[in-house]
């Protein structure tokens, strides 16, 4: 990564890139607050893999507006296709509510999240995880001007914009341009990554900071703990009121695993053309099990053609079809009276079929049953 942040003007001659980057510490310690606009362009590509001058790539443009508290403390509105993510990060802590669209905001409740964790990593928009190990969350955190200052490598160069000197700094693997005034005061920050994506192929990302309104009080709260919500990621009032088709659940799940997202899809989300439920199993202290996500939707909705490839499949008393792919790992289906469930998971079909096979109605409240001895990935040990 190269960054560049601040500049300087010393009669008699240029100012260095060392003076110019010393200015700037020395200034963001002593002012502390800034207001912060910013704009995001992630491009990643559209298919896994994908790579070559044809391979299509998909653009995400998303802005960022809020305050930072330096050294550790930030509160910013992510805004991208008429959504809106709110994030407070404090330090210790980082908020976080979505709303689709964006008017719904105000009214969402906070998801509490340790930043050290992958689960903090949640709405930028932005290449899945990063880019190159810069986790995508970083990228709408104004707070981490100090840390990328610090982080700096090899020897900075120094150019002149108008009144303004540009510095830019390596610290692998992100690159970043900015700009400043004579007294050290940061005015914009450029942030460039390149890199892998997690998927495969090339991804890229921009994130473009404007600095003003350095030193005016800014008041960063965390969220009262009535506007917490305990369950984040499961979202019971919207599928409290979803009636396309009966809700159901496995009785019985893996040893170790849990419910961790719960959500309705809307029709323009589906391949079906339908609102559906998605719910998601996995062991949220093991990264390397196996999980499972099903899909819940109207008989009618559901596409009966058997895909190529696939073959029976019998899950108690329900009837379906089951594929295996190397690389997509396996997919399902099953009719239970008036609701198609599908399944895409990594586990193998006979440890799906224990799963699947008892089936009840979806209520929150009640954890399925431990199944011990299943819940491996596909071609594990």
Known sequence: MALGVAAAVVLGGPPSASEIVTRAEAYIRKVRTVHVLA???????????????????????????????????????VESEGAATEIIGTGGKVYVRTADPAV???????AAYDPDKAEARAGIVAPQGG???????????PSLLPR??????????????GELWTVRLTADPQ??????????????????????????????AVVDYRFSRWGLPVTISVPSAGALDPTPGIEEEDIANYDKASLLQPAGIPTGWALTGAE????????????QVELDYEDPNNAEAAYLTLYELPVGCADKEVPDGARAFAAGPARGWVQVDKEQGVSAQILLGTTAVQADTDLPPE????VLEHMVGLDFKVKPAPIPGIGHQVGAA
């Open 175 to 204: 690159r970043a341009l900015g700009q400043g005034g004579s007294d050290g005061r940061p005015e914009r920050a450029r942030l460039d990554l390149s890199g892998t994506a997690q998927e495969g192929g090339r991804a890229t």
């Open 264 to 275: 309705v899809l809307p029709a323009k989300d589906t391949a079906e053309g339908c609102d």
């Open 104 to 110: 719904y905001l105000p009214m969402r409740k906070w």
């Open 131 to 141: 880019v190159n190990g810069a986790p995508a969350a970083d990228l709408g955190d």
């Open 39 to 77: 704009q995001v362009r992630a491009e990643e590509p559209a298919d896994s893999g994908s790579t070559g001058a044809n391979a299509s790539t998909l653009v995400h443009r998303a802005s960022i507006r809020g305050d930072a508290a330096f050294p550790n403390r930030f509160h910013v509105t």
């Open 351 to 354: 440890e799906l079929a224990k």
């Open 148 to 161: 990328l200052l610090a982080a700096r490598t090899g020897p900075p160069t120094v150019r002149r914009n």
